[in-house]
């Protein structure tokens, strides 16, 4: 068979995260901001001078058109370092931040554009899900 050998894996701490919510809602909602990214290792010299509290970010890849990330001034290249008090290390952290709580909510980012660090402010909306009726 052509995919043999494919396996497909969830960090523990986000499949808790889920598991939690499902127990308890009986579903899992996000919050949606409209970027697309992926993990990065930050130059050391930011991280110092910056006193980031890790050595990894979100670089982001795209922001949709007229999204919250859009709105709030997110662009392509950003590396979102902190939203509100919580460090972004990397997608995962995005991804837990990103719940019910959040919606609505007027939210810091933190990020680095360049070389320069900036906090901007986006409202993450409600991700919206896709029925398989």
């Known amino acids: 068979m052509p995919?043999?050998?494919i396996?497909?894996?969830i960090a523990i701490n986000s499949a808790k995260?889920?598991?939690g919510h499902l127990i308890k809602d009986g579903k899992m909602?996000?919050?949606?901001?409209?970027i697309a990214g992926h993990n990065v290792e930050l130059p050391r010299r930011f991280v110092r001078f910056y006193r980031l509290p890790a050595e990894?970010?979100?670089?982001?890849?795209?922001?949709?058109p007229n999204s919250p990330a859009a709105i709030g001034g997110i662009k392509q290249d950003d590396q979102i370092v902190r939203i509100g008090?919580?460090?972004i290390a990397g997608i995962d952290d995005l991804q837990r931040h990103l719940t019910m709580s959040q919606v609505g909510v007027n939210t810091p980012v933190t990020l680095i554009r360049g070389?320069?660090?900036l906090t901007l402010e986006i409202v993450p909306s409600e991700a919206a899900h896709k029925?398989?009726?």
């Open 3 to 5: 995919a043999q050998g």
């Open 7 to 9: 396996c497909f894996a």
């Open 17 to 19: 995260l889920v598991a």
């Open 29 to 34: 909602s996000r919050g949606y901001i409209g």
């Open 56 to 64: 990894t970010a979100v670089r982001v890849a795209s922001v949709e």
């Open 85 to 87: 008090d919580t460090p």
């Open 115 to 117: 070389t320069e660090q």
């Open 131 to 133: 029925s398989r009726d």
